[in-house]
């Protein structure tokens, strides 16, 4: 693809998510989104087919960016950091993932995509969690996604706090704790 198209996508992707996050999928209109980004409305269907391809690629382009933060984690403490971070202190982020999810609900394309990118999430907590398998990964992942969303509703609630009370359960489990491997494969031989 040419280097104009490629930015022309870019600035669509970026327009799509900042409009996500500070208008809700019900204020996002092809045309504001081609507007924001400051190309003609038709380039979204011409780039994405729609809004949904478009939403669709945007939420790709969050999880691998995402991804590629889950891979360095390599500590307790960094996990701790960049959970606390995604989950608890950006509130754009929190908004972006909110939307996704409603919106997966209709958009069968990004209900697949949305699929993909949970599923990513849960592997990455089980292996940084050194947890014995996805379903311990996938428990702790929603126990953090409940957790982000009543921290959202309930402001004085102490989130990170009990973060950290979910961490220590799952080490406690586990204690091999993250990156440690499989968790309690001694114990099973």
């Known amino acids: 693809m040419a280097e104009g198209a490629e930015s022309t996508k870019e600035k669509l992707l970026t327009a799509a998510r900042h409009c996500l ?3 809700g999928h019900e204020g996002c209109t092809v045309k504001r989104i081609a507007r924001q980004a400051g190309v ?7 780039y994405f087919g729609g809004k949904e391809e478009l939403f669709a690629q945007v939420l790709r382009r969050e999880s691998d960016s995402i991804a590629g933060i889950m891979r360095g984690i390599s500590t307790l403490e960094e996990a701790k950091q960049v959970l606390g971070e995604r989950l608890f202190g950006s509130l754009g982020h929190q908004r972006f993932m909110f939307e996704m999810i409603s919106l997966s609900r209709r958009m069968p394309r990004l209900r697949d995509a949305m699929g993909e990118v ?16 996805e379903t311990q990964g996938a428990a702790l992942f929603a126990a953090f996604m409940g957790l982000a969303i009543q921290s959202r509703v309930d402001p004085d609630l102490p989130a990170k706090q009990i973060a950290e009370v979910m961490v220590r359960a799952i080490l406690h489990l586990n204690p091999q704790g993250v990156g440690g491997g499989k968790g309690g494969e001694d114990e099973e031989k």
């Open 40 to 46: 003609n409305h038709g380039l979204v269907h011409h």
């Open 118 to 133: 949970l599923g990513q999430r849960r592997q990455d907590i089980t292996r940084i969690f050194g947890l014995r398998d």
């Open 21 to 23: 996050v500070e208008l």
